[in-house]
């Protein structure tokens, strides 16, 4: 009654239903708790710091098929648990301690997940956003729904709730067969670790990656408290505005399944990082109210594109064997930028304010960009990629 497909994307869908109750609010908690927006930046880079120490670890760990199977059910019930921990304690250092947790023992979660995920599309021949668009449905639905309750009962009960979402995950996890017992080339095909490392159209994208993408988390972080403090707007407000631009980023998704082939990837990575221009720009002049949410619904539009075009990108420079590989090298860099980021822009807020600290990435993204358009990762020819994914 199900097939593989269908169990992928009900793992998607129940772990990123959790993920909607629990990280978009994650920031305004620890705020309702108390803490100052120097602090909110400490536990904020926490968890980047924590993945550049651990990634090593992971990425010498996670060498095939069958290792990545087994830390996805060990990974998603930790945080699970963690996460349900969280609302059970109190304090600045007891925050930190159990942010660190999580970032210590499940931080590669999403990477080897969509490593995994990616080398099971590619040897199915489906695409991999018909099973990545089954997240951000489930992120339209939660999102919507946890700033409500959040607003009217608080974040415990939203908080447990995604922490039994994420615990439900790992039974998905444990459904799903081993990619390695139905698809031989798998096992043949191992890493070439060294061969990524020489690959110099990898750097070229991971800089541009890094740069871009880690400048926009940055001010997503904290972009909440920023409508919250600057604009006096309600949880309920902010889950709907969550909502709304997740569907977008379905639209777009739905999109690109069907119309992706016509464009290419470079042109596609080029329209997203505009569009973050075009956003960042509305909240680095602090536009009227009406303004920046019509222009954060280009939010969806831009990462539903990110994430059509990433893992393809990534696979069409690097070969499928090392997908996975190589999207814990760019969890690596990314870690380092994001880290060092928040944990200087708490800080930077009290002294400058919201509207600089969104100047200073709207340069940043717009110098990635450049990067990305003078120096473009060339890409491997198609009887590469298929010899990639076939039997020696």
């Known amino acids: 009654m199900f097939n593989e497909t269908m169990k992928f994307k009900i793992f998607y869908f129940l772990r990123y239903f959790g993920d909607a109750f629990f990280y978009p609010f994650m920031s305004m908690y620890f705020i309702s708790k108390g803490i100052s927006e120097q602090n909110l930046g400490i536990i904020l880079a926490i968890t980047p710091i924590t993945t550049i120490l651990v990634n ?25 648990v963690l996460i349900i921990a969280l609302t ?47 997240a951000s449905i489930a992120y339209v639905i939660a999102s919507a729904i946890a700033g409500f309750v959040i607003q009217y009962i608080g974040y415990d009960i939203p908080f447990i709730i995604a922490g039994v979402f994420f615990i439900g995950t790992t ?51 904290f972009f909440g408290v920023f409508l919250m403090k600057e604009s006096a707007f309600t949880l309920s407000g902010y889950g709907l505005l969550y909502s709304a631009f997740v569907f977008m980023e379905v639209l777009t998704l739905r999109y690109l399944m069907t119309k992706g082939t016509l464009f290419k990837e470079r042109n596609l990575i080029i329209f997203a990082s505009i569009l973050f221009i075009i956003r960042f720009s509305t909240y680095a002049l602090n536009l009227p109210l009406p303004v920046m949410i019509l222009f954060t619904m280009f939010r969806g539009l831009s990462w539903g594109t990110i994430i059509y075009t990433n893992i393809k990108y990534i696979i069409k420079i690097v070969k499928v064997e090392n997908v996975t590989t190589a999207i814990l090298i760019l969890t690596l860099a990314f870690s380092v930028f994001i880290g060092i980021g928040n944990f200087l822009s708490g800080t930077f807020i009290e002294s400058h304010g919201y509207q600089l600290l969104y100047l200073v990435n709207l340069i940043l993204i717009i110098l990635g960009l450049i990067f990305f358009v003078i120096f473009t990762p060339k890409i491997l020819s198609d009887d590469e990629i298929q010899n990639s994914a076939s039997i020696d």
């Open 56 to 80: 090593p670890f992971w990425n010498l760990i996670v060498k095939d098929m069958k290792v990545s199977r087994l830390i996805l059910k060990i990974m998603t019930l930790l945080e699970g």
């Open 171 to 221: 039974l998905i996890a444990f459904w799903i067969k081993p990619i390695e017992r139905e698809l031989p080339p798998i096992e043949k095909k191992q890493r070439d670790f060294k061969a990524l490392l020489k690959n110099k159209e990898f750097f070229k994208y991971l800089i541009f990656y890094t740069i871009v993408i880690g400048a926009v988390r940055i001010g997503d972080s």
């Open 88 to 134: 059970q304690v109190t304090g600045f250092e007891l925050y930190a301690l159990i942010v660190g947790l999580i970032a210590f023992f499940c931080s590669p979660f999403i990477y080897i997940q969509d490593g995994y995920t990616s080398t099971f599309t590619n040897i199915k021949k489906i695409e991999y956003s018909s099973i990545r668009i089954y």
